[in-house]
């Protein structure tokens, strides 16, 4: 699929959905894009049953860059019944949850390439599928909210679009919601708490696994990964949610991360959840994150 137009690519869903509760209709496995050398990249797509020109989210899977698929939200939340993918559905959104190269694969920004090519494909099929290609919400938990953030923040760097899939199509998004992301890579290091789950300085760890490299040795490469280091006025509206007590993604992340963006004059809503680890854990109520993250997306893409 590298390079082609929209028109060159024919239908876009090319198998009948299957059928979830309340009509919701789920194609899984679309190839949005192909690289040569690598496995097809994927996405699930979640539709409502009926609607046109809907508002869509682009849901990126975390795992520190190396691990986990477009399946899963988090492990501690992959078991709510109804999904989370099945709720923003019911609620009218259409959901595009992504696979992207991991660190085992390739070096960022192959990350960031892969889910810029998610949101072409999904603005070239707009029409074909009945989505809105303007109201594109980027969401994602970790390192897929790091992805996230970053579509938020450099559509306009035409050296970070990559030839990945359907090229020659805007990738910005209408919006971002960010969980718990890593976003200041240099800083990171000496926030980490050094009880904390992992090391994050040494080649072998999420962040250097991600650039290549040590990242107090390669502070350029930990930069240019970094989505603090994008930080405009024109990007669009972010919703970030960190746990208070986030043992491997400190909450000053996001808290300085919010803080530039306000600078910034971007408009940006940030909560801390009291009481929660990484990945929502220890949180005292999962519903209500998932259903405000909800609200916001529904508030900015209301038409």
Known sequence: MSNQSATELGGPLPAEPRILSEGIRLWQGIEYASIRGFRPLLLDLYLPPQGDRLASVLFIHGGGWGLGTRASVAPPLDGLEPSMFERLAQAGLAVASVDYRLTGEARFPAQLHDVKAAVRWLRAHAAAIGLDPERIVAWGGSAGGHLAALLGLTAEREYLEGEAGITGVSSAV??????????????????????????????????????????????????????????????????????????????????????????????????????????????????????????????????
């Open 174 to 303: 209408w919006a971002v919601v960010d969980w718990y992301a890593p976003v200041d890579l240099v800083a990171l290091v000496e926030q980490a708490d050094p009880n904390g789950p992992m090391e994050h300085d040494s080649a072998a760890s999420p962040e250097g696994s991600l650039i290549g490299g040590v990242v107090s040795q390669n502070p350029e490469l930990a930069s240019a990964a970094s989505p603090i280091t994008y930080v405009h006025g024109g990007a669009p509206p972010f919703q970030i949610k960190h746990g208070s007590e986030d043992r491997a993604v400190p909450p000053i992340q996001s808290e300085t991360f919010a803080a530039a963006l306000r600078d910034a004059g971007v408009s940006v809503e940030l909560e801390l959840v009291d009481g929660s680890d990484h990945m929502w854990i220890g949180a005292p109520d999962v519903e209500a994150i998932i259903q405000s993250s909800l609200d916001f997306v529904l508030a900015v893409t209301a038409r």
